[in-house]
């Protein structure tokens, strides 16, 4: 059972469980809450179900003060309301795991970006449920805590950002995977050198060679080598 942990008046730490079931106000807590790295510090978010029905993420410690006690539905409230939901509202908006939420976004969804040619230029998406109202928090929930130094990274390279595909990934692992995958881009689809050598018939040593060499990806993946007969 996770602990959450508040401060008392000489600011000294003190664990203050949450338990599945527990109330605060039209909240109920559905999680012990799990722990996120924000900016300067981590701390401890509950999965909560509001009596309207809406699922959000709440600091344990706003639960605990009696600063969030709905998910912003009840019209009468006089608290205040730090549900992760929205950027302007979700509290996160500086945090290293929100800054690689947006990044994802804007490859996919924003032909101005450096990078969306790779991305949504080729047709990678997000998954529905990590969009909209919400898909901030729900790509938390699946994810999980991002761990220092890390990015998200899709096994595969010509799917969607989804739960089934991405996982948290080092820059060791990733260019450990880069360096095996090799993958390149052409023609609107991303495979190994290995997999385009499967294609065109040109070895994948060479295919590397010809990459690293400066050649052009359309010359270096569809120029046959000389005797091949092709």
């Avoid at 996120?36 to 978010?45: A, G, M, S, V």
């Avoid at 919400?134 to 994810?143: I, K």
Wanted: a positive charge; proline letters at 3%; hydrophobic letters at 30%.
């Amino acid at each position: 059972m996770a602990k959450t942990v508040s401060r008392t008046s000489r600011g000294k730490a003190t664990l203050n469980p949450i338990k599945p079931g527990d109330r605060f106000g039209r909240l109920v807590a559905l999680d012990g809450g799990q722990l996120i790295q924000l900016k300067r510090q981590r701390e401890t978010f509950i999965k909560v179900r509001c009596d309207c029905g809406v699922e959000k993420l709440a600091r344990a410690a706003s639960l605990k003060e009696g600063a969030t006690a709905s998910c912003g539905c009840g019209v009468g409230d006089s608290a205040r309301i730090h549900i992760v939901a929205r950027s302007t509202t979700h509290g996160m908006s500086k945090t290293a795991i929100y800054g690689v939420y947006r990044t994802m976004l804007s490859r996919c969804y924003n032909p101005k970006v450096e990078r969306y040619p790779m991305y949504g230029g080729r047709g990678v998406k997000v998954c529905d449920r990590w969009r909209g109202d919400g898909g901030f928090e729900r790509f938390v929930q699946d994810m999980g805590e991002r761990p220092k130094g890390c990015s998200i990274e899709r096994d595969d390279h010509n799917g969607d950002y989804e739960p089934t595909n991405c996982r948290w990934a080092d820059s060791k692992e990733q260019a450990n995977n880069t360096r095996r995958n090799h993958v390149i881009y052409w023609r609107g689809e991303a495979l190994s050198a290995s997999q385009w050598a499967s294609k065109t018939g040109i070895p994948a040593a060479s295919i590397l060679w010809r990459i690293k060499a400066g050649w052009p990806v359309d010359r270096a993946l569809s120029e046959k080598l000389r005797g091949s007969g092709g």
